[in-house]
């Protein structure tokens, strides 16, 4: 298990202390997903501090009923899988994620994270800038939503997300920019020529 790369990916700004990084290696576990798993996590150990350390994942709402999933949202490698379990979902819906491949999530268990605020000033800090950046690359999606056409948002995508775009089903990605699959294939033919 690579730690350092947890530890690392939790930013610099404030650092992470010899304290805390030790506590985290200590209590840190390590799961294994294989490809098209499906995970809730309402009902899983994900929170806040679960690292996708190798693979890439999707994060959907599934729609009770009909079965339709919208896609909210992609996960790269060494990124974290930022999830509220407790957020109220409108409608008869739930949260879920996906994994597009094989992959490696390094967590801390739910029972430490009470421990780190209290132990570890700088840890609501670090907590806080981990936020930031995840409401900051929903925001972003957000924008390119409304400011691209269906060309910008596939190209933009392709740039954000080129591992995704070979791992991933094209109706998938289509409810991630927010239009047809049958657009989306007509532009993927564009782009090939």
Do not use: W
């Amino acid at each position: 298990m690579d730690k350092e790369k947890f530890i690392a990916q939790m930013g610099t700004h404030p650092p992470v202390s010899v304290g805390l990084a030790a506590y985290l290696r200590y209590v840190m576990l390590e799961e294994h997903y294989r490809s098209k798993d499906r995970i809730y996590p309402a009902q899983s150990e994900l929170n806040t501090l679960s690292l996708l350390f190798k693979g890439s994942a999707r994060l959907y709402l599934e729609q009770h009923g009909t079965k339709e999933e919208i896609t909210m949202m992609f996960y790269l490698e060494e990124s974290f899988l930022v999830t509220e379990r407790e957020m109220e979902i409108c409608g008869n819906s739930k949260l879920a994620i996906e994994f597009l491949e094989d992959t490696t999530l390094y967590l801390i268990p739910d029972k430490h994270i009470g421990n780190l605020y209290k132990l570890f000033p700088e840890f609501h800090l670090i907590q806080a800038n981990m936020n930031r950046m995840i409401k900051t690359k929903m925001f972003s999606h957000q924008l390119k939503q409304s400011q691209l056409d269906a060309e910008g948002r596939y190209e933009q995508f392709l740039k954000d997300y080129p591992k995704i775009a070979l791992v991933c089903e094209q109706k998938k990605i289509a409810s991630f920019l927010g239009i047809d699959p049958k657009t989306l294939s007509r532009i993927r033919g564009k782009f090939s020529k």
